[in-house]
């Protein structure tokens, strides 16, 4: 089985998660620079909000659901320019087998935000 998982990530080491709250609305997930987190009450060395989509979308949907967030909201110069955009997708395979099809008119959306993209694979 191919499981597919894609976000939208805004990583900063200068801007607050309610700040990036204020401009994109409320994340999946989110936590603040400094913040504890495990066992040995590390610090988090930034501040990150994801949005993470639907596990049941395939690749191109999920991916497709995120520009679309992304390209449809005014994104202030401020978070633009004190933070770092991305869409991270996790492909992850129980036999070693699987792919995915991103088409044109994705690649030209992805252009019109000008993200990065990150595909990490894991496979059994």
């Not at 400094?34 to 909000?49: A, D, I, L, N």
């Not at 991305?86 to 792919?99: A, E, L, P, R, T």
């Given at each position: 089985?191919?499981?597919?998982?894609?976000?939208?990530?805004?990583?900063?080491?200068?801007?607050?998660?309610?700040?990036?709250?204020?401009?994109?609305?409320?994340?999946?997930?989110g936590f603040?620079?400094?913040?504890?987190?495990?066992?040995?009450?590390?610090?988090?060395?930034?501040?990150?909000?994801?949005?993470?989509?639907?596990?049941?979308?395939?690749?191109?949907?999920?991916?497709?659901?995120?520009?679309?967030?992304?390209?449809?909201?005014?994104?202030?110069?401020?978070?633009?320019?004190?933070?770092?955009?991305?869409?991270?997708?996790?492909i992850s395979?129980?036999?070693?087998?699987?792919?995915?099809?991103?088409?044109?008119?994705?690649?030209?959306?992805?252009?019109?935000?000008?993200?990065?993209?990150t595909f990490?694979?894991?496979?059994?």
């Amino acid at each position: 089985m191919l499981e597919c998982k894609a976000s939208l990530r805004v990583k900063s080491d200068s801007l607050s998660l309610e700040e990036i709250v204020y401009n994109l609305g409320e994340p999946t997930k989110g936590f603040s620079k400094g913040q504890e987190f495990g066992k040995v009450k590390k610090k988090r060395p930034h501040t990150q909000w994801m949005l993470t989509t639907d596990e049941e979308s395939s690749m191109q949907e999920a991916i497709d659901q995120l520009l679309c967030f992304y390209l449809e909201r005014s994104i202030n110069s401020d978070l633009k320019a004190k933070a770092s955009i991305d869409i991270f997708c996790m492909i992850s395979s129980d036999n070693g087998q699987g792919s995915f099809t991103i088409d044109s008119s994705l690649y030209e959306k992805l252009l019109k935000a000008g993200l990065k993209i990150t595909f990490d694979f894991y496979s059994d």
